[in-house]
């Protein structure tokens, strides 16, 4: 859409108001100015995280996981939680469905 100068949310808002025309939803990261301002403008619209940084919030969480994990001296199936979080639901073993049940 548009290459702001400034991240900030007046300057974000500014770019959004020039979109005219019926809007059902807005893809962009999750920074809080460009959250309020789609707010803002949009108020109705459904506000979508991008799918780069979605994976990227999920391979830091994983890291950070495994940081703590690695720490604490844990002994996890770290690698068997990831391979079934990896995995469309369809796709895991009967074991893994079994763990995934219990897990939620």
Request: proline share 5%.
């Amino acid at each position: 859409m548009a290459i702001v100068p400034h991240q900030n949310q007046d300057a974000i808002t500014a770019a959004l108001q020039k979109v005219t025309g019926p809007i059902r939803a807005v893809v962009s990261d999750f920074a809080p100015a460009m959250v309020n301002a789609i707010q803002a403008v949009y108020p109705t619209t459904m506000h979508v995280l991008d799918r780069f940084h979605l994976v990227q919030f999920f391979t830091d969480a994983q890291q950070r996981r495994r940081r703590y994990l690695g720490e604490a001296k844990k002994h996890h199936k770290s690698r068997f939680i990831d391979r079934c979080l990896a995995r469309k639901p369809e796709q895991l073993t009967d074991e893994e469905r079994e763990f995934d049940a219990k897990w939620h």
